[in-house]
């Protein structure tokens, strides 16, 4: 796995480049988490968002972070032991989540979807949404479209991976849509390139085709 080895320094490393608590604030923010609420993070990491998501829920609900690499779900049941907090990690990947349907208010997804190639994002968000009660929210933060032209100065190679392209393409509503949610909302920026989208599970059956 691609960031295996920055597990043990994840948290700080985070802060150092300003993806500390105001960040995790303000992408739980875009949640509007009640107590007990269900909620789940996929692509968790060390836990850091999934943690205070049951901080957010306690004491009834429960919050379940899962993360495809074993060191960041190692180090994430580390950091929850530590900080006495009640959230579960599970090793599982967004594609195939290990969960029935409908068990979850909410969902998570901070900074892993430019990880996922195009075949697996569309498979991550059917996954996501089958696991979603109906009108249930997923959050998810990512890079997205830059919103300054300086940016591409800094980003135009990744435009040439299949991972990043369509999150710098601005096609991230456009797989949420296609997966079946809606509405889809974009909801800000930070840096004018990580960017906040909430996406609902219709209370009515559509048929995504
Ligand atoms: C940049 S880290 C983000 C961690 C955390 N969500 C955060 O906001 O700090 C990206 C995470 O996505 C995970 N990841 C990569 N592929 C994944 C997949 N197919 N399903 C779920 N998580 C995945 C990686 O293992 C890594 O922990």
């Not at 992408?27 to 993070?41: C, E, F, I, N, S």
């Not at 957010?56 to 929850?80: E, H, K, L």
């Not at 195009?118 to 959050?139: A, D, F, H, S």
């Amino acid at each position: 796995m691609l960031l295996e080895w920055l597990a043990p320094v994840y948290d700080r490393y985070c802060k150092v480049i300003g993806l500390g608590e105001r960040f995790r604030t303000d992408t739980l923010r875009h949640a509007q988490l009640k107590p007990g609420d269900r909620v789940l993070d996929v692509g968790c990491g060390t836990g850091v968002l999934t943690r205070l998501a049951q901080d957010a829920v306690s004491p009834q609900g429960t919050a379940i972070g899962i993360d495809p690499g074993p060191a960041m779900i190692a180090q994430a049941r580390d950091n929850a032991r530590a900080a006495g907090n009640r959230a579960e990690f599970r090793l599982a990947a967004v594609e195939r989540l290990p969960f029935p349907d409908a068990s979850f208010d909410v969902v998570l997804s901070s900074l892993m979807f430019h990880h996922l190639p195009p075949e697996t994002k569309r498979e991550g968000l059917r996954e996501v949404l089958r696991v979603l009660i109906p009108g249930g929210r997923l959050v998810l933060v990512d890079v997205g479209k830059p919103g300054h032209f300086l940016w591409w100065l800094v980003v135009w190679p990744f435009l040439l991976m299949p991972m990043t392209a369509p999150n710098l393409r601005g096609e991230v509503p456009i797989y949420l849509s296609a997966a079946g949610f809606a509405p889809v909302e974009t909801n800000g920026m930070r840096w004018r390139i990580i960017t906040f989208w909430t996406a609902v599970k219709p209370k009515t059956n559509t048929v995504v085709t």
